[in-house]
């Protein structure tokens, strides 16, 4: 999922060492307050910030170590449509004000 949200590669032997494994990656810029730096620049203005946290949250959970621990694949669908939904929510609300 961080891939999509990145827009890079799991592994990128190419990068630096300290940013190859895009999930170490993620981790520390999340941990350092950094997350404006993991999203995709070609899809930033389109997402909303609640979509963002909410795709974050879905994808850190899948990436628990024990698999006891994470979320089910219906769950995963269930937040990634509640999600998306925050974009539809917005571009309704921006047609009721037009219209006011």
């Not at 949200?5 to 990656?25: A, Q, R, T």
């Not at 946290?53 to 990436?63: D, G, I, R, S, W």
């Not at 509640?82 to 309704?92: L, M, Q, W």
Request: glycine share 4%; charged share 30%; hydrophobic share 35%.
């Amino acid at each position: 999922m961080f891939e999509v949200l990145c827009g890079k590669p799991v592994i990128d032997p190419s990068l630096p060492k300290e940013s190859v494994n895009l999930v170490e990656c993620v981790r520390k810029c999340l941990r350092n307050g950094e997350s404006e730096k993991i999203v995709d620049p070609r899809i930033a203005q389109d997402i909303t910030l609640e979509s963002w946290m909410k795709f974050v949250e879905t994808a850190q959970k899948c990436l628990v170590e024990y698999s006891a621990d994470r979320s089910t694949m219906g769950e995963v669908l269930w937040n990634l449509e509640y999600a998306s939904n925050f974009k539809e929510r917005r571009k309704n609300s921006a047609r009721e004000q037009d219209l006011v």
